[in-house]
């Protein structure tokens, strides 16, 4: 229980991943907690207008593809003449939306977590503004997450629908007829490929010479093949200088990132995406004395303080990837830290998920950064070997297993697969409890699975796969 001192024990900015898990297992610690949130409804990014709705659309998009090109006939599967309905498809996301945003309200309320609603700004370490009110607490969690990284020359509208940002695709009215994504990262893959399997010609620029930057080579490579088979249009090596609109149509200034000739590229719908930056404007942490490093973020020690007293930071706004479950997974190691228990978070085994078609997931170190910190053994299976891949007619991707040549230790795991986001799990917490790739080849695996696929690829580490 908070003491006359304070209104509350924990107060905590944002109701993202971070910060309603934050609330909630600080009120299960017996913390007086509350959460200042200024969207209308809880959840973050992530529920209202990110990994929630956008995997609604794939989910759709998917099972619009597989009826609508002919997949389905393989399995003696027939359907009739096949059409989209867009505003059935976002009704639906919509839907999911409100389930589970209305779930964390009801956790709110069930674990007596106070919802401040408005936008908090701090008066002092001990004391934030909400709606023209005062609220004090004892500690004082930052958990404000991130926002789109716009891109100087090209503004957005997602008013309009011709230049939007992540959030404007995921409510695109109709399907367009072109659109462009700038940014070949996770969002962008996405989302392109959200649209792409609806009927849109789609072409993605991105700047590097290669598609989903900081994952391992041999993923980049194998991805940007599927991608372009599947119908992208891939211009890498190229940055975006301007952009006009006239009247329903975008058009594009392009040139090699190197430099060159300019070329343009006109579009129906042109989304912006080329990665997020942490949500601190606003927040008053100069009358906290609380600085910013060279990339906008908050500095914490592994605890999750900062250098300010009483004053925490989890999420997006902290040095790290900018996902979902790090920031969850920190929000519940700063409750438990601030109610005197021990939280740690493992920020070397932390899993990646593309959701694509095949899934593109990652834990740990790609080849090259393993690479140098010393002599290492990799052992790779193609899922086209992989029996449950090869019945289900996914053939493509693979998995990679990367580990220390003298322990045999995991260092990294790396898959493309249909289900490569639940399979990697299974790599996540073999590394969290310090598994060997021999561990993970004398594991029994359920036959027929994809998971076979770690397996093999763990005994071709030691070069003795079955399969291949």
Known sequence: MASNQYDYDLLIIGAGPGGYVAAIRAAQLGLKTACAESRETLGGVCLNVGCIPSKALLHGSELFEEANNGTLAK?????????????????????????????????FKKNK??????????????????????????????????????????????????IVDSTGALSLPAVPKTMVVIGGGVIGLELGSVWRRLGAKVTVVEFLDQLLPGMD???????????????????????????S???????????????????????????????????TEGLGLDKIGLE???????ETD?????????????????????????????????AENIAGQIGIVNHAVIPSVVYT???????GLTEEAAREKGEIKIGKFPMLANSRAKTNREPDGFVKVIADAATDRVL?????????????????????????????????????????????????VRGKPIHM
């Open 113 to 162: 977590v106070d919802w401040l609603k408005g936008f908090a700004t701090f008066r002092d370490a001990h004391t934030v503004e909400v709606a023209g009110t005062a609220h004090t607490a004892r500690n004082i969690v930052i958990a404000t997450g991130s926002s789109v990284t716009p891109l100087p020359g090209v503004e957005v509208d997602n008013e309009k629908g011709v």
């Open 302 to 334: 592994h605890s999750f303080r900062t250098k300010v007293d009483g004053v925490w930071a989890v999420g997006d706004v902290i040095p790290g990837p900018m996902l979902a479950h790090k920031a969850e997974d920190e929000g519940i190691a700063v």
């Open 75 to 107: 399995f003696g599967v027939k359907t009739g003449n096949v059409e989209i309905d867009v505003a059935t498809m976002q009704a639906e996301k919509a839907k999911v939306v409100s389930e589970l945003t209305g779930g964390i309200a009801f956790l």
């Open 357 to 363: 078609w095949p899934e593109i997931a990652g834990v």
């Open 292 to 298: 910013l490093n060279a990339r906008g973020q908050i």
């Open 245 to 279: 609109v006239k009247g329903k149509k975008a058009t594009l200034a392009l040139e090699p990132a190197a430099g060159g000739a300019a070329e343009t590229l006109t579009a129906d719908c042109v989304l912006v995406s080329i990665g997020r930056r942490p949500n």
């Open 217 to 243: 080579g041999d993923v980049r490579k194998e991805a940007a093949k599927i991608f372009a088979k599947q119908g992208l249009e891939l211009k890498l090596s190229t940055k975006v200088t301007g952009a």
């Open 412 to 460: 990294g795991v790396w898959a493309i697969a249909s289900v490569a986001g639940t399979m990697i799990a299974q790599a996540a917490q073999a590394m969290e409890f310090g598994a060997t790739s021999e561990d993970i080849a004398y594991t029994c695996h359920a036959h027929p699975t994809h998971s076979e696929a770690i397996k093999e690829a763990a005994m071709a």
